[in-house]
């Protein structure tokens, strides 16, 4: 991949003679097609590959990042209109098509859509502003510094004005500047208000298009028949009184890959779902489960306790962690437990596919629509350019859209059958047959000396990795240590990681192992501090030099009134993770009701650098305390190799008067923006279990919570 610098993404980035080119030589034959192709399909005429200007004045920002609820859709044109000096409230915003040559990645995961775009998107904005500004100047023979961009004009200092669509014509023709101004953040307008987003009234009034809505003629519908049991595979299967049901047409078997790992199947196609759902009740399959039922998830939880007294292997390492522990005195020590969690998307796994002898087409809501379009090409011989990529707003993403297996098993039955196939999950699917977030256990050690101060912890995480699942080379990955903080200044800490092989497929799951270590981690921080006799905010606080923990927790403590007396009936308890760079604090507080204890207000600190939409952002962190308080509540077991809880009658979610107050505080700064979407879910847990201990004196080391052990 060839190394562009600033002034060459510039140079490179006008559509008019010059475009972004990512791993592509300008001037090549491939470049020459994108230009080709980009210049039928223009939205008014196009300054780069973002923007696009109509001489009627309209203004197209081009959205390359999936949407599935985080905000890329309006946000991403925000940073675009905040440079190019445009009003947000009218402009036009339209998905990008799927390029990689365009846009580079297109995968959203991780919270870093706007993390790692910011300054490329601010370029964009700027260029093409100082374009039009140099449209206007050579109009009326001017400098350029006499020149100002307006709100879609450009005005001199005679008070002439110039519209952007008066301008765009000749502004296309020119040769990006090389260095554009950026503006400071204290002159933003656009960036860091609470601006209402344009996809909500599309969600609301059934405009907006899932991939479940769509079809394509000649369309057959597919649902696919699995063993309960994972990793099982066909032995034989009896179709007669399928294909007896009106509407089927065929009978396949078909294979999906998760990570190494070939997941069979047998699929009913039909001309309507129902024909399809109806002839896979009827269907009959004979499963080898190669003896896997005997698994259950208390083998699982006994095979973990035997393999943590392993050393493993060190994934971080400070000071002499091992050598304190043997200097004598005492060692305080705790395992916590997490289950499986299912993703469950409001908008259940589908996917459309066309396999035909000139190229492969792709309708559907995916996270990375790139993957798929080079995932058809490499199994079926295509070049990319004849896979045609059609993504929609996603119901929903959570890490499983991530994947292209339901894309695998759509693909395949299309090339079967000779016609477009959609496949369609049902809930049980999903809560079945995964992959999951996976379940852990952690082993957490700790030391004190006289004052009370840790002077070593040892973390060891006990989980399977998603990246290394068949298991091939046993050795755990720094992933394995998401979510812990080694930013504690403890002068012995060691973070070790013992990878578990296990048939169960996982996946990433939001915020991946930050949603399952903090709860190990954070709680026996509590735990020390509560043996050190201290009260938890100050000996965080005591053990910190990171100024952005330092910040969201002095102000977390303020707002909470942390130092109060404490009030009678109320239990409190705090966490603090970093996610994706952002930095995050929570205070949970409890009361009991009845035989249980509930949450009544959960508030949060969050520092994420300059934030894009506030309101966006709440929404964004209300939405990840939702999902990890769901989590507390509820989990998937396992019993005779197969997940027990099928449907929301057995794994529910989180209800209207479950939900607590939840406010949320977004500090102010002009740091470079950092991940939102993933922050607020794994400080929930440990806060919780933390605001139960001060209230009832009750420790939790184990989710979903008992609570009938508490009471």
């Avoid at 070049?383 to 297996?405: H, L, W």
Wanted: aromatic share 8%.
């Amino acid at each position: 991949m060839e190394n562009i610098s600033r002034r060459k993404f510039i140079q490179i980035s006008s559509v008019s003679g010059a475009f972004l080119i990512i791993g592509c030589v300008p001037g090549s034959e491939n470049s020459k097609k994108i230009i080709a192709k980009l210049a039928t399909e223009q939205t008014g005429i196009n300054l780069n590959q973002f923007i696009a200007i109509g001489k009627d004045n309209s203004i197209t920002l081009f959205n390359h990042r999936p949407e599935m609820g985080q905000g890329t859709y309006q946000s991403i044109p925000m940073i675009l209109a905040e440079e190019l000096e445009v009003d947000i409230d009218k402009i036009n915003i339209k998905q990008s098509e799927a390029n990689n040559n365009l846009y580079g990645s297109q995968m959203v995961v991780g919270s870093r859509s706007i993390q790692t775009e910011f300054e490329k998107l601010r370029m964009m904005g700027a260029a093409a502003r100082e374009m039009l500004k140099q449209a206007a100047a050579n109009t009326w023979n001017i400098n350029i510094d006499d020149c100002q961009a307006i709100n879609g004009t450009i005005v001199n200092s005679k008070n002439q004005v110039l519209t952007y669509g008066e301008l765009v014509e000749e502004a296309a023709k020119l040769t990006p500047p090389e260095n554009p101004n950026l503006k400071n953040p204290n002159e933003f307008k656009i960036l860091g208000t609470a601006i209402p987003r344009k996809d909500i009234p599309l969600k609301t009034n059934g405009e907006a298009k899932f991939g479940i809505d769509l079809s394509t003629p000649n369309m057959l519908y597919a649902s696919v028949e699995r063993s309960p049991v994972f990793l099982g595979s066909i032995k034989s299967y009896d179709d007669e009184e399928t294909l007896k049901i009106p509407g089927v047409k065929f009978v396949f078997k078909t294979s999906r890959e998760v990570f190494g790992q070939k997941r069979e199947g047998v699929a009913v196609l039909a001309t309507n779902y129902w024909s399809a759902i109806q002839g896979r009740n009827v269907l009959k399959v004979e499963w080898d489960n190669k003896g896997l039922e005997k698994i259950s998830g208390e083998t699982i939880l006994a095979d973990s306790y035997k393999k943590a007294k392993s050393d493993g292997d060190e994934l971080f390492g400070r000071g002499e962690t091992k050598k304190a522990f043997n200097n004598g005195g005492k060692i305080i020590e705790a395992s916590y437990e997490t289950p499986y969690q299912a993703h469950v998307p409001m908008e259940p796994m589908n996917a459309m596919v066309s396999i035909n002898a000139d190229g492969a087409e792709f309708w559907g809501s995916t996270q990375n629509p790139n993957g798929i379009k080079a995932f058809l090409a490499k199994k079926y011989e295509f070049q990319e350019e004849a896979v045609k990529i059609n993504y929609t707003f996603m119901g929903g993403g959570f890490g499983r859209r991530s994947m292209i297996d339901v894309v695998e098993e759509a693909a395949d039955l299309s090339a079967q059958s000779k016609t477009p196939v959609k496949v369609i999950w049902t809930r049980e699917d999903d809560q079945t047959q995964g992959p999951f977030r996976a379940c852990s256990l952690n082993i957490c050690k700790g030391k004190l000396d006289d004052q009370g101060k840790i002077v070593a912890l040892e973390h060891k995480v006990i989980a399977q990795e998603i990246q290394n699942q068949t298991g091939d080379k046993m050795t755990a990955g720094g992933q394995l240590m998401g979510g812990i903080t080694t930013d504690y200044t403890i002068p012995n800490l060691s973070v070790k990681g013992v990878l578990a092989k296990r048939h169960v497929p996982i996946s990433y799951w939001r915020a991946v192992y930050h949603s399952t270590n903090p709860f190990a981690h954070e709680c026996f921080i509590d735990e020390l501090a509560h043996h050190a006799g201290k009260d938890p905010l100050t000996f965080r606080l005591d053990m910190l030099e990171n100024p952005r923990y330092l910040r969201v927790l002095n102000e977390i403590g303020k707002i909470t009134n942390w130092f109060d007396p404490k009030r009678k009936g109320i239990g409190r308890g705090l966490a603090m993770v970093e996610r994706s760079g952002a930095h995050f604090a929570m205070v949970v507080e409890v009361v009991q009701k009845g035989n249980t204890v509930i949450p009544t207000k959960i508030t949060t600190v969050l520092d994420l650098g300059i934030c894009i939409n506030p309101d966006t952002v709440k929404a964004q962190t209300e939405g990840s305390i939702i999902m990890g308080l769901g989590a507390v509540y509820t989990g998937l077991t396992l019993k005779n190799g197969a997940m027990v809880e099928q449907n929301f009658d057995t794994y529910p979610m989180l209800k209207f008067d479950q939900t607590p107050e939840i406010e949320t505080i977004i500090l102010k700064s002009d740091a470079p923006p950092n991940g939102a979407g993933e922050s607020g879910l794994p400080t929930v847990a440990p806060a919780f279990a933390n605001a139960i201990f001060d209230l009832t004196g009750k420790r939790i080391r184990k989710l979903p919570i008992d609570m009938s052990s508490i009471i």
